[in-house]
């Protein structure tokens, strides 16, 4: 690990201005971070401590939204009970992250802009394209748990369950940085490797997460399928919101996680689920759909059946079917 200097804002506008520092990389939970300059991945010059910026730091209910803070760790995120009632999706992907003592740690902001886990991409020895390299090593090499979809230049999958939620939720940004403020929704936040393959998402330096806006009280479900029963990154995932009119679906919101670089709309199963009624036939015929389109890798042909029983589990959550 390099030596860096530690720099401790009190507010965002402080924040801002060390975060666009040559060199200077945002801390907020720090778990990748640290894993980062670990794996010699990040050298920064600055380590920008944002734990004590307070004022990152909130979790409300406003005008039928929850407006949420990034420095919210994954542990408030599962359990506060404005978050179980009004989000219970993305309460699910919180809690179903790493485990206790990295969820104490880990924040909304954090997770979001965490690294993929490539091993190529983690490893000092691999200078892959996404380090500006010209190789994928993973297409010829060990692929089991990269993406089926959108990975014809890099496969990483988005390692965020709570992106994956977030999206079927239909949440939106606050970012603010050294040029201001803006807003976008969750899906414009994430950067697809066609467009950039060096970066996850749209986040300039010294810009920041402020704010996490998520819809409340909408119907779902997130199921995640892991390798191991714990510790793990998702092996597949998937968030499913639906807009039920009796039984009949008027709207529905199906992301898979872990299955491309971005967290991944499932439109084909959205389309064959609006207009039906939602039963157990319904749901197990539109979850086949989950990778109509996916272009396998040599040795990761398991995930499609993983992600179609994703997005079957959520349904049958969401629905009220399970
Ligand atoms: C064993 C293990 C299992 C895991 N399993 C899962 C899982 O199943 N699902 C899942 O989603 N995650 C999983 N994770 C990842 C973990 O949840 C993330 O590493 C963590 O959430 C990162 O949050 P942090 O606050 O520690 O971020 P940090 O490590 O502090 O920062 C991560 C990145 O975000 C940037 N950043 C932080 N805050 C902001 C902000 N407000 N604005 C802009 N940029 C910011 C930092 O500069 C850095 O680039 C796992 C991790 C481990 C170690
Ligand atoms: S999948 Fe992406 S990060 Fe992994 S080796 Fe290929 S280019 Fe690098």
């Known amino acids: 690990m390099n030596s860096f200097t530690w720099i401790e804002p009190a507010d965002i506008p402080g924040a801002i201005a060390a975060g666009a520092q040559q060199g200077a990389l945002f801390k907020a939970g720090g778990v990748d971070v640290t894993d980062l300059m670990k794996e010699g991945i990040a050298q920064p010059a600055a380590l920008v401590n944002l734990r004590r910026v307070s004022e990152m730091d909130f979790l409300r209910e406003e005008k039928g939204a929850l407006v949420i803070g990034p420095l919210v760790t994954l542990a408030r995120l599962s359990e506060d009970p404005l978050m179980v009632k009004g989000a219970n999706t993305l309460a699910l992907a919180a809690g179903w992250a790493g485990t206790p003592q990295i969820r104490n740690l880990a924040t909304l902001g954090g997770n979001l802009a965490q690294r993929p886990r490539c ?85 300039q330096p010294g810009e920041l997460i402020v704010e996490v806006r998520v819809p409340a009280g909408r119907r779902g479900g997130y199921v995640k399928l892991m390798q191991k029963q714990t510790f793990d990154w998702p092996l597949a995932d998937a968030a499913v919101v639906l807009d039920l009119d009796g039984g009949t679906v008027r709207e529905a919101r199906v992301v898979l996680g872990a299955a491309a670089p971005v967290p991944w709309r499932a439109s084909a199963v959205e389309k064959a689920l609006v207009g039906k009624k939602l039963d157990e036939s319904s749901a197990r015929a539109a979850a086949q759909l989950a990778t109509s389109g996916a272009t396998p890798l040599d040795k990761n042909g398991h995930k499609l059946a993983a992600l179609q029983a994703a997005v079957l589990r959520s349904l049958r959550a969401a629905g009220g079917l399970a």
């Open 119 to 203: 091993p190529y991409f983690r490893s000092e020895l691999f200078h892959c394209r996404k380090k500006g390299g010209t190789e994928c090593f993973a297409m010829l090499g060990e692929n089991q748990e990269h993406a089926v979809f959108g990975n014809d230049l890099c496969a990483i999958v988005h390692p965020s369950g709570v992106a994956t939620a977030l999206v079927a939720l239909g949440a939106s940004l606050k970012l603010r940085g050294p040029r201001g403020e803006r807003t976008l929704p969750i899906e414009q936040f994430f950067v697809r490797p066609e467009q950039d393959v060096t970066r996850e998402n749209v986040l």
